[in-house]
């Protein structure tokens, strides 16, 4: 039980000890910073902060790439009661789009970024019409070079349980970001509440490669260790997507006792390990391995503890929990040191409203589910509908409620008042049912696409594409349907389109180039659909198309749509250039049934973000430091892309 009651006494007690945290950027590239230096960074970043007046209550929006400068700037706000707004930096303008709406919302903003950031910013500003917006972030940035080269040290501010700590934005929105408000009293009740049921000591060791711009990877892998004392390692999140089998070679080496990794993360993982071995790898030294932040696969869950064993890896590491960012993040824990468990309900009761029926596993009715266990030390959780609270084993909205639980939305009267209920609720978004007092997640009410760890809204993802001539809105439709086979959500665009489908080839084309781009997220299917289906009042019902299309109603449009896709002439081979044979060779090892040809645009081929960092990462191994991974964004192509490296060899 820690006994804190807000964040800075939490750095403060323990700037004495002998607990630190190891930042690690490459497989021999790490830094060890011990508490007492953070605790002297964050006074001295403070200082710095103070002397260009910014003062308490001031937002700061931070916008890095390196975990280290972060963590010292983001305890730098927090002792000086300024606030932290931190923000993905990503690999697309989408993400400095984000940046400029996010600024514009707030009251009294400032940014803190790095130079090369900088250049990025005005680049898109100069790209997309927003200079003057640029004009008024500039006067409010200060840059990491200016700033950790003034030396003091700042005023502390005592802030009171009840003072705004941070906000966190939503993590994959675009259009409409959402600031989740926490204060200090929501993160300590939350912070004791996880440490309880992960029966946390000083002697654990935590590794994570979450970025710090979500929530478990700030508050449940930084925060929580500061908190309770625990030595932890920062691994760079790039880095995990470039060379994802490191991953588990660090926690051996570090002999770290808590990890976590959403879904795609074990399936990323395993992927890379397929093609490679583990080394001296000892993995008994781990205690929990936390799953969450998008929907769990008990199959993929069998799959990676199968595949450790042989590693050391224990079955009871596995911790299946539900979290999110309104509940500051952890809402329910399964018991810490058991086996996880699932349980398996017949896939046609599953409405809202219904009793679910618990079948075997092997019923060919039958869907599996994770229990994600009860709720965490001062949360409540209930099963309901706009007017009934349900009993026991009966499908419904996730209600919270708790001291952790957010106020609302910064700014924001009506996603509050779509978020919480007249008596004080706030509703999840999702659908589940509680058994044994158990909590499991059986899907979502909203319209809500899981990709990569993050949360994604079909309406941003539909903004994004309605440049194109043709596209407007309410005849463009991006849904999610979860795909078993694939363990991840299948991304669908839909497309009113009533013309000759040959014509339609270059418009799919265009549509996924446009989305893959800007967003980062695979495209799988573009369809050309009839009608668009909408309720009375003209609302879009995204989940009609894709329960339709989960149906096999489209199979025929599909494969109409692949036999006229004639492959372009291709350079052979032998007319390759030794480069381009390389990096040829390199796309076809990274890319699962590869058939990217050198003239194929990596975008209309739908190749993912994390697949471009794997492209990156093996390029750059051979090529130190001559490519960006941002280039791939301006030579779209294997032959372009070898032209632009073999310029610069």
């Known amino acids: 039980m820690i006994a804190f009651s807000n964040l800075v006494e939490t750095l403060q007690q323990h700037s004495s000890t002998d607990r630190f945290i190891t930042y690690i950027d490459g497989k021999d590239k790490e830094v060890t910073i011990s508490y007492a230096d953070l605790y002297d960074r964050a006074q001295n970043r403070l200082y710095a902060l103070q002397q260009r007046g910014l003062k308490q209550g001031d937002e700061c929006i931070i916008f890095l790439r390196s975990n280290e400068n972060f963590i010292d700037i983001f305890w730098g706000c927090i002792l000086g009661g300024i606030i932290p707004v931190p923000i993905a930096v990503g690999i697309s303008d989408e993400h400095r789009s984000k940046l400029f709406k996010i600024f514009s919302k707030l009251e009294r903003p400032h940014l803190y970024t790095s130079d090369d950031l900088t250049e990025r910013l005005q680049q898109y500003a100069n790209d997309n019409q927003a200079l003057a917006a640029y004009t008024q972030i500039k006067e409010k940035t200060l840059l990491v070079s200016e700033v950790t080269a003034v030396s003091g040290k700042g005023e502390i501010y005592t802030p009171q349980p009840d003072d705004l700590a941070f906000i966190q934005f939503s993590s994959g929105s675009t259009s409409d970001p959402k600031g989740v408000m926490l204060t200090h009293k929501n993160i300590i ?161 599953l409405n809202v409203g219904e009793t679910i029926k618990f079948v075997e596993a092997n019923n060919s009715d039958a869907l599996s589910f994770a229990i994600v266990g009860k709720p965490v030390l001062d949360c409540l959780v209930r099963i309901a509908d706009k007017e009934t609270v349900f009993a026991d084993e009966t499908v419904g909205s996730i209600q919270i409620s708790g001291p952790n639980v957010t106020k609302g939305y910064y700014k924001n009267e009506e996603a509050n008042h779509a978020a919480i209920t007249s008596d004080g609720w706030l509703d999840t978004g999702d659908l589940g049912f509680i058994t044994n007092q158990e909590l499991i997640i059986t899907g979502r009410a909203k319209d809500i696409i899981f990709a990569n760890g993050l949360n994604y809204y079909p309406h941003d993802l539909e903004d994004l594409l309605l440049d194109i001539e043709g596209l407007e809105l309410g005849k463009v439709v991006v849904y999610g349907v979860w795909s078993e086979k694939l363990q991840r959500d299948e991304l669908i665009i839909f497309i009113l389109y009533r013309a000759d489908i040959k014509d339609f080839i270059g418009l799919a084309k265009q549509a996924a180039k446009s989305l893959n781009e800007q967003s980062g997220l695979e495209i799988d299917h573009v369809i050309p659909v009839n009608r668009i289906p909408k309720t009375t009042s003209g609302k879009v019902q995204r989940r009609m198309l894709g329960d339709a299309y989960a149906n096999g109603e489209y199979t025929d449009v599909l494969n109409e749509i692949s036999s006229l896709q004639q492959p372009k002439a291709e350079t052979t081979d032998e007319n390759l250039s030794p480069l381009e044979q390389e990096i040829k060779s390199i796309c076809d090892n990274v890319i699962e049934d590869s058939s990217l040809g050198v003239n194929d645009n990596f975008f209309e081929s739908g190749i993912s973000s994390l697949t471009l960092a794997e492209i990156h990462q093996q390029i750059d191994d051979r090529y130190p430091e001559k490519v960006d991974v941002t280039d791939l964004f301006e030579h779209q192509t294997i032959i372009e892309l070898a032209k632009f490296l073999q310029d610069k060899i």
């Open 189 to 349: 009740t939350n912070l004791n509440a996880i440490g309880e049921g992960a029966h946390y000591s000083d002697q654990d060791i935590s590794f994570s490669w979450m970025p710090l711009t979500h929530d478990m990877g700030l508050i449940g892998f930084h925060l929580n260790m500061v908190a309770y004392n625990m030595t932890q390692c920062l691994m760079a999140t790039d880095l995990f997507s470039r060379r994802p089998v490191l991953w588990l070679e660090k926690v051996s080496e570090k002999k770290a006792t808590v990890l976590c990794s959403p879904n795609f993360g074990y399936k990323h993982f395993l992927k890379s390990l397929s093609k490679k071995s583990l080394d001296n790898v000892d993995l008994s030294c781990v205690r929990l391995i936390y799953n969450g932040a998008e929907p769990i696969s008990t199959d993929l869950c069998d799959t990676f503890l199968d595949t450790m064993k042989d590693y050391g890896l224990k079955r009871e590491t596995m911790f299946t929990v539900y979290g999110m960012a309104e509940a500051t993040l952890a809402v329910s824990f399964p018991v810490a040191g058991e086996e996880y468990r699932a349980v398996h309900v017949d896939r046609h009761n």
